[in-house]
């Protein structure tokens, strides 16, 4: 039996597909960067290996090759997967991934344009290793600022088997000058957006600033903030931090929608501008609304349905779905109404006397 340290311990995949081929790169971590002992240390190694095959799993076996020991499966926390797998269709991933036991259901799994190679040997700060990165840890980094909700491997199977679902993987890219290191550009991984898959069919790719309306109706998000009114001519900045979006059907012969968004949060920053409470809230109110019904238009010009409409069809009236196709639900009216309630309880740490309480 080998030491458990002479082990090839892979951390991440990426999958890419080119010219009826699958592409793997395998992330692995050196153990010594991770579990450092007191008064010594070493620097980050990351090891990357490129592989292909006419299948998903065939091309592990051409990593085997050159792999002078054993691999372990059961340790990957990261699956990236580029944008032609998402146009190829991610049947025959899955396939692979669920079929050999050492795999698990818990990664979390992205989406990108960049190279894979780059993805995977992107760093963290303070010579900490690429587990200590958003590829790994995704979650942490949400609950300070949610704009995309993270998903794991079971959560991605079961919407995109979900009939009338429609899902989406965070969209990462490598940011060249957001950091800096001893004045020399840091590479550092970040959100771009996310990529829709409805059906195992591809949607298409967005990015955070077409997606601002997104967050208001996901149930994972923990913590937003919005410009208010708008970020071109803000008076100040909320932080909404308590969420209860509901999305809900009239009835009637032909299906019609409505979001009630209740929320709470705090002024978080004020500008010159505004100085009423209550109107502070109705002007929070509108921007939210606005943001919500500007990912309407585009779930209608881009035919995607951000709002899971046929979906909600599907769950409640499963006879009525069969009867309307996403072209009917995504059409102007179709939104028939958005209500935003907004309180905020304070307005920070300090009482700030610009604002004024009514009673």
Same mark, same amino acid.
């Given at each position: 039996m080998k030491e458990i340290q002479t082990l090839n311990y892979a951390t991440a995949i990426g999958v890419d597909y080119k010219d009826g081929k699958y592409y793997i790169y395998t992330q692995l971590v050196g153990l010594a960067s991770v579990a450092k002992t007191e008064g010594q240390s070493a620097p980050p190694q990351t090891f990357v290996s490129r592989a292909e095959g006419k299948t998903f799993i065939d091309a592990f076996f051409e990593v085997y090759q050159t792999g002078q020991e054993r691999f372990i499966w059961a340790h990957i926390t990261s699956i990236v997967l580029s944008e032609a797998v998402l146009e190829q269709g991610i049947e025959n991933v899955f396939d692979g991934l669920t079929r050999y036991y050492e795999f698990r259901l818990t990664?979390?799994? =992205?989406?990108?344009?960049?190279?894979?190679?780059?993805?995977? $040997?992107?760093?963290?700060?303070?010579?900490?290793s690429a587990l200590e990165t958003l590829l790994h840890n995704p979650q942490r980094i949400h609950k300070q600022s949610s704009i +995309?909700?993270?998903?794991?491997?079971?959560?991605l199977a079961r919407e995109l088997f979900e009939p009338a679902q429609t899902t989406y993987l965070p969209y990462i890219s490598i940011m060249e000058d957001k950091w800096q290191k001893n004045q020399e550009s840091e590479p550092k991984l970040a959100l771009?957006?996310? =990529?829709?898959?409805?059906?195992?069919?591809?949607n298409g790719a967005y990015t955070l600033e077409q997606l601002k309306g997104l967050r208001w109706l996901t149930p994972e998000t923990k913590r937003a903030s919005v410009l208010v009114p708008n970020e071109e001519d803000a008076d100040f900045l909320a932080v909404i931090d308590r969420f209860g979006a509901? +999305?809900?059907? $009239?009835?009637?012969?032909?299906? $019609?929608?409505? !979001?009630?968004?209740?929320?709470?949060?705090? !002024?978080?920053?004020?500008?010159?501008?505004?100085? /009423?409470?209550?109107?502070?809230? @109705?002007?929070?109110? #509108?921007?939210?609304? #606005?943001?919500i019904e500007e990912l309407f238009q585009l779930s209608i010009e881009t035919k995607t349905d951000f709002f899971? =409409? /046929? &979906?909600?069809?599907?769950? @409640?009236?499963? &006879? #009525?779905? #069969?009867?309307?196709?996403?072209?009917?639900l995504l059409q102007e009216g179709k939104l028939e109404n958005?209500?935003?309630? !907004?309180?905020?309880? &304070? $307005?920070?740490? =300090?009482?700030?006397?610009? !604002?004024?309480?009514?009673?």
């Amino acid at each position: 039996m080998k030491e458990i340290q002479t082990l090839n311990y892979a951390t991440a995949i990426g999958v890419d597909y080119k010219d009826g081929k699958y592409y793997i790169y395998t992330q692995l971590v050196g153990l010594a960067s991770v579990a450092k002992t007191e008064g010594q240390s070493a620097p980050p190694q990351t090891f990357v290996s490129r592989a292909e095959g006419k299948t998903f799993i065939d091309a592990f076996f051409e990593v085997y090759q050159t792999g002078q020991e054993r691999f372990i499966w059961a340790h990957i926390t990261s699956i990236v997967l580029s944008e032609a797998v998402l146009e190829q269709g991610i049947e025959n991933v899955f396939d692979g991934l669920t079929r050999y036991y050492e795999f698990r259901l818990t990664p979390w799994v =992205f989406a990108t344009k960049e190279p894979l190679d780059e993805v995977l $040997t992107t760093l963290g700060f303070f010579d900490q290793s690429a587990l200590e990165t958003l590829l790994h840890n995704p979650q942490r980094i949400h609950k300070q600022s949610s704009i +995309i909700r993270p998903i794991r491997l079971h959560q991605l199977a079961r919407e995109l088997f979900e009939p009338a679902q429609t899902t989406y993987l965070p969209y990462i890219s490598i940011m060249e000058d957001k950091w800096q290191k001893n004045q020399e550009s840091e590479p550092k991984l970040a959100l771009e957006g996310a =990529f829709f898959i409805e059906a195992n069919s591809y949607n298409g790719a967005y990015t955070l600033e077409q997606l601002k309306g997104l967050r208001w109706l996901t149930p994972e998000t923990k913590r937003a903030s919005v410009l208010v009114p708008n970020e071109e001519d803000a008076d100040f900045l909320a932080v909404i931090d308590r969420f209860g979006a509901d +999305i809900s059907m $009239t009835e009637g012969d032909t299906p $019609t929608f409505s !979001v009630v968004f209740n929320t709470e949060g705090l !002024v978080s920053n004020q500008l010159d501008g505004l100085d /009423q409470l209550k109107q502070m809230e @109705e002007e929070t109110s #509108k921007s939210i609304q #606005k943001e919500i019904e500007e990912l309407f238009q585009l779930s209608i010009e881009t035919k995607t349905d951000f709002f899971n =409409f /046929q &979906h909600l069809l599907y769950r @409640e009236h499963p &006879h #009525k779905w #069969k009867q309307f196709t996403k072209n009917d639900l995504l059409q102007e009216g179709k939104l028939e109404n958005v209500t935003v309630n !907004v309180k905020l309880r &304070h $307005t920070g740490a =300090f009482k700030n006397k610009m !604002v004024q309480v009514e009673d």
